[in-house]
């Protein structure tokens, strides 16, 4: 996700704060959304069987996890943020680290090799030209988010756990699955703008792909000293009430099953956060690049409210679909 350096990574989080998508209360609305909607019914119960906690808890772990160094995979992030303090226990930190080692270096990317493989399962980068995501345009991978939800549903059904991924279990599988459906559903973590020296925004998937005009999911664009990435983390108090607003629980019933079989629901989601999700660069304007290939932007006015919009919206629509799919799984 946010922190790009695979050494630095975890101190990043600390730094700029911007490593979990909605940031770790966002994640946790999205779980308590899909808790309350199976609340009392058999997907519930298989659930809390399989986590011994609730969905809530669980969204966070893939977050918690890349407080394990890759190189020596040990967990590292001890008393760094409360939502991790239920996992900082030797049997859990066992878990999380068992978890990277098997994931951090079995894959590669046409496009982001430097990263560890378990932290490109939360995103991927489609080109704001798109209109629909398209596996092979640039941004995309075998590895990325779309894919990581599409092999932890095949987890949790049973069936073999597809390459690159190495997931052992169905609560490793369920613990991913609760958080990557959050990430899918944050603009920045799928639909990315590509952007020239000069600060003019390109197509990535006109040839030659040049590589610096990335944006790493706006982890390159600053709003001052502030990542745009960061921006689209933070959510507002309103939107990660403890239980969900009744408000936000009326959007998320609201919001139908996803057509077709469940292995591509993930790219349809994709989709739709890509075609919703362009606003999110709607307006924007871009400076030069500095000698790390970052760009100072300007936002256009009324930024603040279109961004808690859109999150309100994808806020409801992840925690719906997580309870939909473990339902359909579970029914």
């Given at each position: 996700?946010?922190?790009r350096?695979?050494?630095?990574a975890f ?7 911007s490593?979990?998508a909605y940031?770790p209360?966002?994640?946790m609305e999205?779980?308590a ?6 609340a009392?019914?058999p997907t519930?119960?298989?659930?809390r ?7 809530r808890?669980?969204s966070?772990w893939?977050?918690?996890a ?7 995979f040990?967990?590292g992030?001890e008393g760094r ?11 859990s ?6 978890f990277?080692r ?6 590669t990317?046409r ?11 939360h995103?991927?980068d489609?080109a ?15 590895q ?12 949790l ?6 390459p ?7 609560k ?8 990557y ?10 639909v990315a ?11 990535p ?9 990335e944006?790493?999911?706006g982890n ?9 990435h960061?921006?689209w983390?933070?959510v ?8 969900p ?6 959007l ?8 077709g079989d ?5 790219t349809?989601?994709?989709?739709e956060?890509?075609t919703?999700?362009?606003v999110a ?11 790390h290939h970052?760009h100072g932007?300007?936002?256009p006015?009324g930024?603040?409210k279109l ?6 919206k ?9 309870a ?5 799984i579970?029914?």
């Amino acid at each position: 996700m946010s922190a790009r350096l695979c050494a630095l990574a975890f101190a990043c989080t600390v730094a700029c704060g911007s490593t979990f998508a909605y940031g770790p209360n966002g994640h946790m609305e999205v779980g308590a959304i899909a808790d309350a909607m199976i609340a009392g019914t058999p997907t519930a119960t298989q659930v809390r069987k399989i986590l011994g906690s609730t969905l809530r808890t669980a969204s966070v772990w893939a977050d918690c996890a890349k407080g394990v160094s890759p190189t020596t995979f040990k967990y590292g992030g001890e008393g760094r943020y409360a939502e991790c303090a239920i996992y900082e226990n030797a049997a859990s930190e066992r878990q999380m680290e068992a978890f990277v080692r098997r994931n951090v270096g079995n894959c590669t990317s046409r496009f982001n090799n430097t990263e560890p493989c378990h932290k490109q399962y939360h995103y991927t980068d489609v080109a704001v030209q798109r209109v629909a995501y398209e596996k092979g345009k640039v941004g995309t991978t075998d590895q990325d988010v779309v894919s990581a939800i599409a092999a932890t549903i095949a987890v949790l059904q049973g069936k073999p756990c597809p390459p690159p991924f190495d997931i052992t279990s169905k609560k490793e599988a369920l613990r991913l699955l609760s958080h990557y459906v959050g990430d899918i559903h944050q603009p920045l973590h799928v639909v990315a703008v590509y952007v020239d020296a000069t600060g003019k925004v390109v197509d990535p998937d006109e040839d030659p792909f040049d590589a610096d005009t990335e944006t790493h999911g706006g982890n390159d664009l600053l709003i001052g000293s502030k990542k745009l990435h960061g921006e689209w983390d933070t959510v507002a108090s309103s939107l990660a009430s403890q239980p969900p607003s009744a408000a936000l629980m009326t959007l998320a019933r609201a919001v139908p099953v996803t057509a077709g079989d469940m292995s591509g629901w993930s790219t349809a989601w994709a989709t739709e956060t890509l075609t919703d999700g362009k606003v999110a660069f709607d307006g924007v304007t871009y400076a030069a690049a500095d000698a790390h290939h970052h760009h100072g932007v300007t936002l256009p006015a009324g930024y603040s409210k279109l961004k808690t919009d859109v999150q309100r919206k994808e806020i409801a629509r992840a925690g719906a679909r997580l309870a939909q799919v473990l339902t359909a799984i579970w029914h």
